[in-house]
């Protein structure tokens, strides 16, 4: 099997992990409505452990000049200046400070750029060896299927019907297809500057997962779902950090 088919097959298979949220379906409304509230805080591990566990570690180990970590503050003040523009839009039809549909926005945006950087990884990784590639695959695929299913329960949560969500989670999935592709097409372009993109992520990730997922969960005020979902929380921390053991 030639590298761009590799490429594409496993791109392709990994974007239909984007479904593995579909058990969701099966499952009554108000069941779902209390469940979407965990799988935020589920969502919120699993942007933070992305970004210090699995990208930060592979960035610093190839060795980087200084300035190239102003990258996840670029990353950052975007996802900031492109929230708050999100936010006016919002708020002149609905006069609301923080409507649950921007954090369905949001967490789309950070979903599609990190399957796009995982497609450009995927792609690096099997040009230099198959074997290297097929060992990422199962590395990216291991971390996709809890943060797919966490992030069908945000879009829930952001008062997306079922279908609609399963239908845009599966269409944000599709960038890592868009990354394989990029990624093999102008491999000589792109490799020098996978570091400085994977920085930019762990800002964007960063700035979803603290500044979004954390306050929308932590307001809520009665003992035992507070605990809960600290529980989730720091279990999906523990989750993505027993991940980079099998990468």
Not at 72 to 101: C, D
Not at 106 to 128: E, K, Q
Not at 200 to 205: C, I, K, R, Y
């Amino acid at each position: 099997m030639n590298t761009f088919l590799s490429i594409l097959l496993s791109t392709f298979s990994i974007s239909l992990l984007s479904l593995s949220g579909s058990f969701l379906l099966f499952f009554k409304d108000r069941f779902v409505k209390t469940l979407s509230l965990f799988l935020v805080a589920l969502a919120a591990a699993a942007l933070l452990g992305t970004a210090f566990l699995h990208i930060l570690p592979e960035v610093i180990e190839g060795g980087l000049p200084e300035h190239a970590f102003l990258m996840p503050i670029v990353g950052f003040v975007a996802f900031y200046i492109g929230e708050k523009l999100l936010h006016l839009h919002h708020a002149t039809k609905e006069e609301q400070e923080h409507s649950p549909q921007e954090l369905g926005t949001l967490s789309l945006t950070g979903d599609f750029i990190h399957n796009f950087v995982d497609g450009i990884i995927l792609a690096a990784a099997f040009l230099v060896d198959i074997q290297l590639g097929l060992v990422t695959v199962v590395a990216v695929a291991l971390h996709e299927v809890p943060q797919e299913v966490a992030e069908f329960g945000v879009l829930l949560y952001a008062g997306f019907s079922k279908a609609n969500a399963l239908l845009f989670n599966f269409i944000s999935a599709t960038s890592i297809i868009l990354g394989g592709v990029a990624g093999f097409l102008v491999q000589e372009s792109i490799v020098p500057l996978l570091p400085y993109i994977l920085l930019f992520a762990v800002g964007s990730f960063v700035y979803i997962g603290a500044s979004d997922f954390v306050p929308e969960f932590r307001k809520e005020r009665g003992a035992g779902k507070t605990v809960g979902l600290t529980a989730v929380f720091i279990a999906g921390l523990v989750i993505m950090w027993l991940l980079t053991l099998a990468e």
